[in-house]
């Protein structure tokens, strides 16, 4: 909760895991918003912004919000983390992204705790980067690559140190082709 420059309002920042809202999630929180007169905006790494929330309703507001599906309470990299549309909705991505960034954050936090709160996570289906791998502390692109049989496999280039901000920089790829699930064998090197 930050205050506004309008005296009595706030306005919260509320974390969408993955990016994945439902549409009854969606109207939920447009009536929720709509019964204080606020706002809501959409941010650039999939969250949202309430705005106009007056102060004495903070409290009732994040309780909602929690109803909902949005707790506030929740490892920041849920927050700082972007996976684009994906398959099966995009006609251009050749590896699934959501639940895959998910599947990652749950491993990272279930190894490393809150220790990676501030680590953005950055995860494309395709090259055509929705999902910003280029500028994510780790950066993933899905790609496709074989097994020993020459079969197609789905598979994920791997990406380093991106950033935005004072001091920008693009991802370094570290691994190519590395297999998605199952496939066995190391992964080639940049």
């Not at 929180?29 to 007056?54: C, E, M």
């Not at 109803?67 to 398959?87: H, M, Q, R, Y």
Request: net charge negative; hydrophobic share 35%.
């Amino acid at each position: 909760m930050h205050a506004q420059k309008q005296d009595g309002l706030s306005y919260i920042g509320v974390p969408v895991r993955v990016g994945l809202a439902s549409g009854d999630q969606l109207i939920a929180v447009a009536d929720l918003v709509d019964s204080f007169g606020g706002d809501v905006r959409i941010t650039r790494q999939q969250n949202f912004v309430a705005t106009g929330v007056p102060n004495d309703r903070i409290d009732e507001v994040v309780a909602r919000l929690e109803e909902i599906g949005f707790p506030l309470t929740t490892n920041d990299v849920w927050a700082n983390s972007i996976g684009c549309t994906g398959e099966p909705h995009c006609n251009f991505s050749v590896g699934e992204t959501k639940q895959r960034l998910a599947r990652l954050i749950v491993h990272l936090e279930g190894v490393f705790g809150d220790e990676i709160a501030d680590l953005r996570l950055h995860l494309d289906g395709c090259p055509h980067a929705c999902a910003q791998h280029w500028v994510g502390d780790l950066g993933f692109q899905g790609t496709t690559g074989k097994d020993a049989d020459g079969r197609r496999l789905s598979a994920y280039d791997i990406f380093v140190r991106g950033s935005l901000g004072p001091d920008p920089g693009i991802a370094r790829p570290v691994f190519r082709r590395v297999p998605s699930d199952g496939a066995r064998g190391p992964p080639s090197r940049a």
